[in-house]
Nanobody
Framework: VQLQESGPGLVKPSQTLSLTCTVSGGSITANYYYWSWIRQPPGKGLEWVGAIAYSGSTYYSPSLKSRTSISRDNAKNTVYLQMNSLKPEDTAVYYC???????????????WGQGTQVTVSS
């Protein structure tokens, strides 16, 4: 399974970020997989943003829930992340990753994309 993130590298504060994760070699509706967005700010650890399950159910980090939406297009086998009201502290490498359990440590997810840098700056 391969995951490929894409999106704008630079976003202005208060604007909306839209990222795409294109999945190949496996279906995003495959049983028991959770397709997550994880980010890593510069000099910090991995932060889980949220996920969409094989069933279509969504899960969000409590601290980001009010500004985040994760959706999917089954026909395109693609997962999307939208984050509103961006702040400079949202600057990070954003990863798309897949796991069969949201309980496992982030580093133990089964599949990862290469990540895409997002910088929030005016």
């Amino acid at each position: 399974v391969q995951l490929q993130e894409s999106g704008p590298g630079l976003v202005k504060p208060s604007q909306t970020l839209s990222l795409t994760c294109t999945v190949s070699g496996g279906s995003i509706t495959a049983n028991y997989y959770y397709w997550s967005w994880i980010r890593q700010p510069p000099g910090k650890g991995l932060e889980w943003v949220g996920a969409i399950a094989y069933s279509g159910s969504t899960y969000y980090s409590p601290s980001l829930k009010s500004r985040t939406s994760i959706s999917r297009d089954n026909a395109k086998n693609t997962v999307y992340l939208q984050m509103n009201s961006l702040k400079p502290e949202d600057t990070a490498v954003y990863y798309c990753a897949a796991t069969q359990s949201l309980s496992v440590p982030r580093n133990n997810y089964d599949y990862w994309g290469q990540g895409t840098q997002v910088t929030v700056s005016s």
